[in-house]
């Protein structure tokens, strides 16, 4: 059968796709690719549809052997990827070829990087979606486990989503291609309980530049800095959308993404606008943040330019 096998499962591999929309009533997280600039990216530069499976690597040391030839992609971190020993370029689709083995080090620049293949992966959608959400026991080949030693990811031998007129050698061009620095700047959607942060809280706030901490994770980032108060403690919960800026009593803020918790009781500020957070996927312990207060119509235009260029499903 076509695919990829598993030699090692690196630090942390995992199928993903979009993500389960509309399951949070069912207390399931969405899942999905927590960096959706790479995940998009992948899949066009291989004329899939962006609803195709990816293989998301966190922080690297993977490893992948093609059973059959195939096109693939690396989007997202700078893993230092090579086939049996030669480097090969993120952005920019390449063959596998049978028997080769795909290396991923560890990541130099970026936290996830995405592998696509021509064509996608063939896994079993659960509630219409394959996406891996390991704290549902949900999602990827096995009830949401992490890809691991033999595991065979299938190749979709369908043809209709127009990979077959795509070569090796298509590339992304070079300004669209992300730089993941050490210090981000992300644009807030004030909402939720903004109302409960007195307008020195909120100054203190954007005038602050907090650190990445150690316990961030798919579920959400957790940042480092002088503690913001707010006016109210606890509150009813809530549901809580993605990208979700939430104050905890400690007052280090805690930017919720794709396996977050459905619901929530601490007052959240707003949200960090949609088109930013692959900014915050990429950001490694130790990283800079800095936040700024958004214009909602720029923003809004943005997100609406991405998904119709893209063609997703949002």
């Known amino acids: 059968m076509a695919g990829l096998e598993v030699v090692h499962g690196g630090m942390l591999s995992l199928v993903q796709d979009l993500g389960r929309l509309g399951v949070g009533e069912h207390g399931l997280s969405q899942g999905g690719s927590v960096d959706l600039h790479a995940h998009c990216w992948a899949n066009y530069l291989l004329g899939n549809d962006p609803l195709s499976p990816v293989i998301e690597v966190t922080l690297g040391k993977a490893q992948f052997r093609a059973t059959e030839s195939c096109l693939v992609v690396i989007t997202g971190a700078e893993m230092s990827a090579t086939v049996d020993g030669t480097p090969v370029s993120n952005w920019q689709s390449f063959m596998l070829n049978k028997g080769q083995v795909l290396s991923f080090g560890f990541a130099r620049k970026g936290l996830r990087a995405y592998l696509a293949v021509a064509g996608g992966f063939e896994v079993a959608d659960t509630l219409g979606s394959c996406a891996t959400v390991q704290r549902n026991q949900m999602g990827g080949l096995s009830k949401g486990s992490p890809l691991d030693k ?165």
């Open 150 to 314: 033999g595991d065979l990811l299938p190749i979709s031998p369908s043809e209709a989503s127009g990979n077959s007129n795509r070569t090796a050698g298509q590339s992304l061009a070079y300004h669209y291609i992300p730089e993941y620095a050490d210090t981000i700047t992300l644009r807030v959607i004030e909402s939720y309980q903004h109302a409960l942060f007195s307008k020195d809280e909120k100054a203190a706030f954007y005038r602050n530049v907090y650190t990445v901490s150690q316990e961030t994770d798919r579920m959400g980032c957790r940042l480092e800095g002088q503690a913001v108060s707010t006016l109210a403690g606890g509150i009813v919960s809530e549901g809580i959308a993605l990208g979700a800026i939430q104050i905890p009593p400690n007052g280090q803020p805690i930017i919720l993404l794709n396996d977050r918790q459905t619901l929530g009781g601490y007052p959240k500020l707003g949200c960090v606008a949609r088109v930013d957070l692959f900014k915050l996927a990429q950001a490694k312990p130790g990283t800079s943040v800095q936040f700024v207060n958004a214009d909602f119509d720029e923003v809004a235009q943005e997100w609406l330019a991405y998904t119709r260029f893209f063609g997703l499903p949002l």
